[in-house]
């Protein structure tokens, strides 16, 4: 553990901690956009307090000395059941955030999966970790890019390629439009103030790797500038695609499917039938379809529907290992972290992120031995108390 980590591990023993870091040394405009939801944001809300909801059974006098929380995500040995989900942006939380998350991820030996939406590249990360990673990407009205894109995740040797279905239109983010947030930064008195007291954040940022977003640059007419690139992207969100776009997807992908995206059963056996590996129930971090039910209560529905045919992942809400336990007791195979990745990025970089899943696997190790649960391996319903 070097300095920097030793400093964190003694200030911050939380997600929360993190997130108070971030907020103090970010402008609020980033903070949230990671922070918040769509509408009136009572989708964000029930995704923490479902799983809040859930109780444990304290058990004791079992054999807890030697707690496994080693599995396997899409086929890969993990050493705990937890990977870092795509987020885009994530390069203006922090400079070189995307390298700084693949790194901090290698090392704790959990996957990483870079955004479509990344400031840096598929082949900045790929330069930056030998360990490889999965990709994001969108079902866009382009597919000739979907293609490039694809190809470019295979040289990059990418383990898994993720499939993100609920973002056909955009649902509105409230918070963005009144901060001024646009890509570039819409500049007002009052955001143009909130950068100035974080002159760290805006030196780290304007000497990062770059400063737009780097699978896009170059390759949509030749455009660099991250305005001409964010325009783009806004349309190519294609509300027309449907099973049949997937499954040319997994035509032309070899390795890993996974798709994202999914809260109903139904959907979860169509994602099958068009040739998933695993799918990861979510509701977009409630940034999408405010109203929609909470991840966690929609989840042993759908592990019910696909019956062990492929693997289910969580994502939505976890802020600690507690919350990854209530999610492994209710069937997920695993779980997934963005708003809880980004808060650890902006609060210490690297370090920040290291710290972060130091947390959520102690978290994890201490809830299983206290509620009887020798491994992840034996992680089940048992361990919730009823209502």
Same mark, same amino acid.
């Not at 870092?84 to 991820?105: M, V």
């Given at each position: ?12 023993l ?24 769509s ?13 809040? =909801? ?29 990977a ?22 290698a ?6 999966c ?32 979907n =293609? ?6 295979i040289?990059a ?59 896009l ?18 349309t190519?969100?294609?509300?027309s ?9 997994r035509s032309?992908?070899?390795g890993?499917?996974i ?18 590996? =695993?799918?990861?129930?979510s ?8 109203? =929609? ?11 019910a ?26 069937g ?15 609060a ?5 992120v ?6 959520l ?26 209502p």
């Open positions: 553990m070097d300095s920097g980590q030793r400093a964190f591990a003694t200030v911050i939380s997600i929360s901690d993190l997130r108070d870091l971030a907020r103090r040394r970010i402008p609020r405009a980033i903070f949230d956009y990671a922070d918040g939801g509408y009136d944001e009572r989708t964000l809300r029930r995704n923490a307090e479902d799983l809040d =909801a859930l109780r444990f059974r304290q058990r004791v006098m079992v054999d807890v000395s030697d707690i496994s929380l080693a599995t396997t995500l899409a086929g890969t040995p993990v050493s705990m059941p937890l870092i989900a795509p987020t885009g942006l994530a390069g203006f939380f922090h400079a070189d955030g995307e390298i700084l998350g693949a790194r901090a991820a090392a704790f030996g959990i996957p990483f870079l955004s479509t939406m990344s400031i840096c590249s598929l082949e900045d990360v790929r330069a930056a970790t030998p360990q490889p990673f999965w990709f994001q990407q969108y079902l866009m009205k382009d597919r000739g890019f =293609a490039e894109l694809i190809e470019r995740a040289a040797r990418c383990s898994a390629l993720v499939l993100t279905l609920d973002l056909q239109v955009l649902g509105e983010r409230r918070r963005d439009p009144r901060n001024g947030l646009s890509i570039p930064p819409r500049l007002t008195w009052r955001n143009a103030f909130d950068m100035a007291r974080k002159p760290a954040w805006t030196a780290s940022v304007l000497f990062g790797k770059r400063r737009t977003f780097g699978n640059v170059g390759r949509i007419g030749g455009a660099s500038e991250i305005r001409t690139l964010a325009e783009w992207s806004q190519q969100f294609d509300a695609a449907d099973w049949r776009d997937v499954e040319w997807v032309r992908w070899p890993k499917l798709l994202k995206g999914i809260l109903d059963p139904e959907d979860a056996r169509l994602a099958l039938a068009a040739g998933a590996d =695993a799918i990861v129930v509701n977009h971090g409630g940034r999408q379809l405010d109203g =929609a039910p909470s991840t966690i209560s929609v989840l042993p529905g759908i592990v529907a696909v019956e062990g045919r492929c693997e289910v992942l969580f994502d939505g809400g976890i802020r600690s290992g507690q919350d990854v336990a209530r999610a492994l007791a209710l997920a195979r695993g779980t997934l972290i963005g708003k809880s990745f980004l808060f650890a990025l902006a210490g970089g690297e370090a920040g290291t710290r972060a899943l130091e947390i696997r102690n978290e994890l190790r201490v809830t299983l031995a206290l509620t009887g649960t020798p491994g992840v391996a034996h992680v089940g319903p048992q361990m919730l108390a009823g």
